[in-house]
């Protein structure tokens, strides 16, 4: 688990007309902390509340020790004062300037430098060095969101935030522009709060995860244990899921496949072309695990893994929802209740699951 400090602290109170924000939040000053919640849950404005879009009738932001607001000592930081970047759902490019351009806007305000290596280092790291000389009205969707998340990468803030920014595209730019916030994960040093309501979003980017419901935090807490609580909707979903973080161990060539390692264990998954060492993340879907009290003596599947039961609840038409732990992984299996009852499943169980299908998010 990671064990970075929480240097980031949202401690809010704020009316906007019928709708009440009440959080206290205490996050990590590293990775992506996603803001996940229905639409009209308050990430967007927990968001601009942090960023001095909103602000808030009561609370306490810090970043790094840095006072953003403090109510009862009088402090309040209008946005320009706060060294953030904010990447906004639609780009908001200068349509009269070229990509260039827009990028030194923000620059020749702090009276900052183009030429450096960290401005040259966001232009490779999002793929833009080849786009500088075009109008924004030549750029795809995707790219104009990229271009967005350089200029504000380029002032150099101490966090980014991001609201929604693969909303307004199809499903083809989106895939398009994940793997860059992934690469903006693993290479900048920065902490990274990105609002979503997408749960495929959540899979591929969290390091640490928010769940808010009516402007309360539901859960909060690292993106593995969080996504595995039986007691919030996200398990009970169709679509719940939860994710390992591997390293690729081995390819056995001769039958296509490629073994991961986990924490606790390895699983055989379809050939990747990744190198030996690569650290890859792994979605496991909770529709695709099934329990045996037995190893089988024949089976086609190729990931039966040993397993304890450490939690279990009851979910819609029959359906239950098992948490089991696999090594020092947390799993979540989706079965029928008659299941649970016909194999006298409970809590401290020992059991073997297995795998059907998983899905690479890297």
């Not at 205490?26 to 909103?54: D, M, Q, W």
């Amino acid at each position: 688990m990671n064990n970075t400090p929480a240097l980031i602290t949202a401690c809010i109170t704020h009316y906007y007309k019928e709708f009440h924000l009440s959080v206290e939040l205490h996050l990590p000053n590293a990775g992506i902390t996603v803001l996940f919640g229905p639409s009209g849950s308050g990430k967007t404005t927990l968001l601009r509340c942090i960023a001095g879009l909103e602000h808030a009738q009561q609370g306490v932001i810090k970043i790094n020790g840095d006072v953003w607001q403090d109510s009862a000592a009088g402090v309040f930081l209008p946005t320009y004062q706060r060294p953030l970047g904010y990447v906004f759902q639609e780009a908001n490019l200068f349509s009269h300037l070229t990509v260039r351009e827009n990028l030194n806007f923000g620059l020749k305000r702090l009276k900052a430098k183009s030429d450096t290596p960290e401005y040259h280092h966001i232009l490779d790291l999002l793929g833009i060095r080849q786009l500088l000389d075009r109008m924004p009205a030549r750029l795809s969707g995707g790219e104009k969101q990229r271009v967005a998340i350089a200029r504000a990468l380029v002032l150099q803030p101490c966090c980014l935030l991001m609201d929604e920014p693969l909303a307004a595209l199809d499903f083809k730019r989106k895939q398009e522009i994940l793997p860059f916030l992934r690469r903006l994960n693993q290479e900048l040093t920065i902490p990274i709060l990105y609002v979503t309501h997408a749960q495929q979003e959540v899979a591929q980017l969290a390091d640490y995860l928010v769940v808010l419901e009516a402007g309360k935090v539901q859960a909060s807490g690292f993106l593995s244990d969080t996504l595995s609580r039986v007691d919030l909707p996200l398990a009970q979903d169709r679509d719940a899921s939860t994710v390992w973080n591997t390293t690729l161990l081995e390819h056995e060539t001769e039958f296509h496949l490629t073994r991961v390692a986990f924490a606790g264990g390895t699983l055989s998954l379809p050939a990747l072309t990744a190198k030996i060492g690569t650290p890859l993340r792994v979605q496991i879907y909770a529709r695709d695990v099934s329990i045996v009290l037995e190893v089988p003596l024949a089976t086609s599947i190729l990931n039966v893994l040993p397993a304890l039961i450490t939690d279990i609840a009851d979910g819609e038409r029959g359906q239950s929802i098992v948490q089991l732990r696999v090594g020092q992984e947390v799993l979540l299996a989706h079965i029928t209740r008659k299941s649970v009852l016909m194999l006298m499943l409970s809590i401290g169980n020992t059991v073997f699951v297995q795998i059907k299908g998983m899905s690479m998010l890297n």
